[in-house]
């Protein structure tokens, strides 16, 4: 059976994504596209789906018959009215990161897919389907005992001029607020941020690099550096440290080379470079369980417990170093 699939938001990571299911994964066809700007949509149904169907709204895709399940990439801030209509029709969704733009909206999404009594959303938390992460993960789990401290860094080369302070939080962030739930089997309890001077490339409503201390239920203190214009590369660091010892996430593979009387490897520039073994993994996986028509992977409770901790980041940021409380409500049983 070939899963046919509708795409909502046609810009940079829809058309990859599209790619993707076109020339890369088994088991899916895009058969529809859909984007505000609907020229967008035009140029990626010409350049990679020229099957596809054009949908002038999402809510129009969502409820075509010819599409079995639905993949989000719009702004943010679209994608809880389209995960709710696609919970709604019954149709698998794998939704780009973050499920919501504010916890609220997350939780109704989670309220919506328990009352339909079966898992429907995937979030786009690509890095539980990377390699390193996962071998990560193994190493805390056999080696280095239980963990005490994760030192962490997400550096970006640069980003656009519309990049303020909270999205470090909700665009950038969120990546480690997911991957360290699950790497670590925990949760958060509360959050802090500190700033040092700002970046001389940074501009005012952008605070730059930051610093972002997560502790967990079990104890653990997380330490993340944002640096979003760091300009060398796009670099994730990640060392666990444990009663036993230390594990650190590998980097990405470089040829070693010794020139000009150096030492020298390539560092890489693009976080669609640095991930795309994960994107690949990520969707073939939501091909899988939404062809049985289901959902798979990181849930719309990982997405809400992401959209809380997220809004107490911000609420950090403007805290003067205080730090701020995470709660959760008690799981429900579907998320088990
Ligand atoms: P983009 O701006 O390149 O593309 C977004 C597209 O959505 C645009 O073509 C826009 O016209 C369209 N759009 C906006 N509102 C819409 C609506 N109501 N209905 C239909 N289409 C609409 O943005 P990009 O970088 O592709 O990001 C999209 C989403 O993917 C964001 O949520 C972002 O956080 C996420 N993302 C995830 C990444 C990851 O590593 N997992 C990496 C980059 C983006
Ligand atoms: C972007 O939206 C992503 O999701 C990338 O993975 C992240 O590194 C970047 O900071 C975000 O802006």
Known sequence: MTLKIGVIGTGMIGRDHTRRIQQVLAGAEVVALSDVNLASAESVRADLAPNAKLYETGEALIAAPEVDAVL???????HEPYVLAAVAAGKPVFCEKPLATTAEGARRIVEAEVAHGKRLVQVGFMRRYDAGYLALKQAVQQHTGAPI???????NPAVPEA???????HDTLIHE??????????????ARVLYPRNAARSHGKLRDPQVVVLETKKGVLIDVEIFVNCQYGYDIQCEVVGEAGTARLPEPMAVAL????????SILTDWKDRFVASYDVELQDFIAAASKG??????AWDGYAAAVTSDACVQAQ????????????ARPALYE
């Open 294 to 299: 289901g959902a798979t992977g990181p849930s």
């Open 72 to 78: 989000v990439t719009s702004w943010g801030a679209t």
């Open 149 to 155: 401290l994760v030192h962490a860094a997400h550096r």
């Open 163 to 169: 990049y303020v302070t909270p999205m470090a939080i």
């Open 177 to 190: 607020i997911d991957v360290f739930r699950w790497l670590l089997d925990d949760d958060y309890v509360s």
């Open 258 to 265: 010794r020139l000009d009387a150096k030492r020298q490897s």
């Open 318 to 329: 403007e805290s003067a170093g205080q730090a701020v409380a995470i709660e959760l409500p």
